[in-house]
């Protein structure tokens, strides 16, 4: 066998390696936990891991956009704890919302939306600088987080906030299927149609593999990379307000390391953080899927809580070197 055999067959083994290592992982940890507790394969546990990982998959969608083009924000753990507190101060405690809007579905499509245009600003923000100004994208989204989350903690007096009323929205059901899998389900849909089959989609890729030959291109570089990072703020928005339902209330720590479990359930998906690759179906739902379910049975198990601040770890470390071993063979 010739030493090109030997670099061939490296090569397609690294590929099935990131391609399918996760859905092996997947399969090897639902088995194990299963034999450690009887009730966690079961169709009510099965539902509960899909109820857990939705909003968080919500803001994994997001997070994809802005990898695609070379891009981080991780900003989004304290974004989401910032505007989950702003909606929790407008309705408990300044009574601006009315708290029985919750209660009916146009009162919960009309703060979806609010909540939706404040995460959009939030990321609009962070795309003008990225863009206009050319400030790296940790150091920017990490000064917005910052801001963000010192906002949120005046406003809350560093207090929980009361977002009971949320409760209809996050934990309510539409037959045996709750709200928050619908929401997941709804964004998982549009947002694969536009990465998969418009025009935007094709010109984020294109920056991702050379945002100077995209230049030459025609396309509009910043404008698409500001836009990756407002869809990227207002799902991570939705994701945190229906996290925070879910919950009930909204503490200091709320959101903190969020940021880095969505971009490793992405980077687990296969998307790059090297930019120019990813996919939202299946991509970021095997990816928060994985890490849901390992938290899930981690609890089931009556683990240490200490324990999830290691698993936590070591699912970032993972993830970002099968990335890095992935880029390496893509170059070669």
């Not at 409760?167 to 536009?194: E, K, M, Q, T, Y």
């Not at 836009?227 to 994701?239: N, P, Q, R």
């Amino acid at each position: 066998m010739t030493m090109a055999d030997n670099s061939k067959r490296k090569t397609d083994l690294l590929s099935l390696l990131t391609q399918y290592g996760i859905y092996a992982v997947l399969v090897v940890l639902v088995l194990v936990f299963s034999l450690a507790n009887g009730r966690f394969f079961t169709p009510g546990n099965l539902l509960l891991i899909l109820q857990q990982a939705s909003p968080l998959g919500i803001a994994v969608v997001g997070t994809v956009f802005v990898l695609l083009v070379v891009g981080i924000d991780i900003s989004v753990g304290r974004s989401m704890f910032f505007i989950s507190t702003l909606v929790g101060y407008f309705v408990a405690s300044a009574g601006i919302i009315p708290a029985a809007w919750f209660a009916d579905l146009r009162g919960m499509a009309l703060v979806i939306f609010m909540v939706l245009l404040m995460g959009g600003i939030v990321g609009l923000i962070n795309g003008v600088l990225v863009t206009r100004f050319h400030i790296l994208p940790f150091i920017v989204t990490l000064a917005t987080g910052s801001i963000l989350r010192g906002v949120g903690l005046k406003v809350s007096g560093s207090s929980s906030v009361d977002v009971s009323f949320l409760g209809a929205l996050s934990n309510g059901r539409v037959g045996p299927i709750p709200n928050v899998v619908l929401l997941f389900v709804l964004v998982l849909l549009v947002f694969d149609h536009v990465l998969r089959r418009t025009v935007y989609g094709r010109h984020l890729l294109a920056i991702g593999d050379s945002e100077r030959n995209a230049e030459r291109a025609g396309i509009p570089v910043n404008r698409n990379i500001v836009i990756a990072y407002i869809i990227c703020g207002a799902l991570g928005a939705l994701g945190g307000i229906l996290s925070a339902g879910q919950i009930g209330s909204v503490a200091a720590g709320f959101g903190e390391g969020n940021e880095f479990i969505v971009i490793s359930a992405a980077v687990l998906g296969g998307t790059s953080l090297f930019g120019g690759k990813g996919n939202i179906l299946p991509g970021a739902v095997i990816g928060i899927i994985l890490i849901t379910t390992i938290m899930n049975g981690l609890a089931m198990m009556n683990a240490s809580p200490f324990v999830y601040t290691i698993v936590r770890g070591v699912i970032i470390f993972v993830a970002i070197a099968l990335d890095s071993i992935g880029h390496k063979g893509d170059l070669r």
